[in-house]
């Protein structure tokens, strides 16, 4: 027999209006997850490739930092570089690239429409068998984009495959002293990218996912206490997906009014869907404010640092023309900028002045200040008479409208090239290191002297002492002496003092600092760095080192 037709009806009416809701429900619960998913993951990926890409970018200035000046300008053909310094080179890249985890760093040179390497890293695989790029290899294989950048001189990045591998590539052309055009470039392996891009894409559809069960499962409870108002609130549901999210108000205020009139699970539905889409666009526009303001912050501290690092000599050796003299100095900051310093000049053929300070506090305004006393120094080291006198004029400048009451450690001298004489001035800073010739270790006498900028008129004594051939004086800021381990060890001075003692005799100025700090970053550790690093070392080789005029 026929059901009636009224019992019919509502049997249908109950199942249609449950599916229909269980339907509604996954819609929005999917729509939800899959915009969240969708946005977590966008920002993942720009500040992925942004911070692959910045990496790249600092690799090339790096690089170009380290390939001499006027090594580009010397290439002509295939027998320009001998094959020693070519390898010298290669090896100097290869451990720079190994130890910021890229693939390879190069530069190449365009002879008409020929592009050759005239520098480049190589693998450890390259290494172990052998393969290294030869100097002048023709790159047949080369990319567009190397081709534009050699064209218009424009920085780019790229991703290709080739011969070596598959790449994310920069390349910064620069131009030599030579007038000509080489480009540096750095490459990350595009395996590593896709992987981080690929668990950042896992990670956020996990998210949504856990997102949409969540939805469901509460919506499941409630299903079946929906009422009449359903209608409206399936309608303000489905309005809110198709227009991402922006409420109507007069929407809301309808939902407003059903949590209002409804004590029971339909009344809370709207109440909480109303205050779910509230919250969803307050995190989306706090999400998108925190991106914009971080990035703008990072951005401008790295120019900061450029700028910082910039400002100090970073070129050695600093006087490839003299035997005289050896000097080689490191500065490594615990954050972005930071307040150590260090500087060095020839005050005439004869002198050379040398400085290192520590200013206080960290971050920006230390760097402000480091760089004002970096100025001051050098402006005031080639008129004043004597360390004291240049200690004592500098003092005054940064003690003047000093608002922050900031001040610097420093410690100053000048080496005359001729006779090994050392006068010295000490502002409240570490004493320094001599390591003599037959690799004993002593350090100098503390002197008479206070922190730079804290009182106008404070005076500074002048000590003088003697190095002979091969005596070397080393400096160094508080960041070494109290470098801290994860059992809060400081370093000290004793360590350095034995750092010092048992290097090899025949240790240069460049090897006695990266050993120094090299034993350093052992003894630490894991551990964050917790203060600036600044070490400088001069190295006397005597004045019958120094060629004939």
Known sequence: MNEPAADLAAR??????????????????????????????????????????GRLKTAVLAVNEIVPDEYHARIVGPDSIPEAEYRLLQYRLSRFAARADLVYVYTYMRFGNEIRTVSTSATPREIERRAETPFFTLY?????????????????????????????????????????????????DLAMVQQRLIRSLQMSVAVGAVMFALSMALGWLLVDRIVGPLLRLTEFTRNMGQRNFQPDERELAAMNAISRRRPDEVGSLAEAMTAMIARLQRYLLEMEQATAARERVEGELSAARDIQVGMLPRTFPPFPERRDVDVFALLE?????????????????????????????????????????????????????????????????????NAQEMFVTAFSGILDLRTGAVEYSDGGHEAPFVRRADGSVSRLPKLKGMALGVIGDAPFETGRFQLSPGDALILFTDGVSEAANADDDLYTTARIEQALATARAETDARHLAEGLAQDVRVFVGATPQSDDIAILVVRYEGAAASPPP
């Open 12 to 53: 249908r009416r109950r199942f249609g209006l449950k599916t229909q809701l269980l339907l509604l429900l996954f819609t929005l619960s999917l729509i939800s997850a899959a915009a969240y998913s969708a946005v977590l993951y966008n920002i993942d990926r720009r500040e992925i490739i942004e911070g692959i890409d």
């Open 140 to 188: 047949d294989t080369a990319p567009k984009a190397l081709h534009r950048a050699f064209d218009d001189g424009q920085m780019r990045f790229d991703e290709y495959s080739d011969s070596f591998g598959r790449f994310r590539s920069i390349y910064l052309p620069v131009r030599g002293v030579d007038e000509r055009t080489y480009v540096v470039g750095a490459d990350v």
């Open 333 to 401: 900051s615990a954050k972005h900028v930071g307040g150590d310093l260090y500087d060095y000049a020839l005050i005439d053929e004869n002198r050379l002045f040398f400085v290192v300070g520590d200013v206080s506090g960290k971050g920006v305004p230390a760097a402000l200040f480091m760089a004002m006393t970096t100025t001051l120094f050098k402006a005031t080291a080639l008129t004043a008479n004597s360390t004291g006198e240049i200690m004592a004029r500098v003092n005054t400048e940064l003690s003047r409208d």
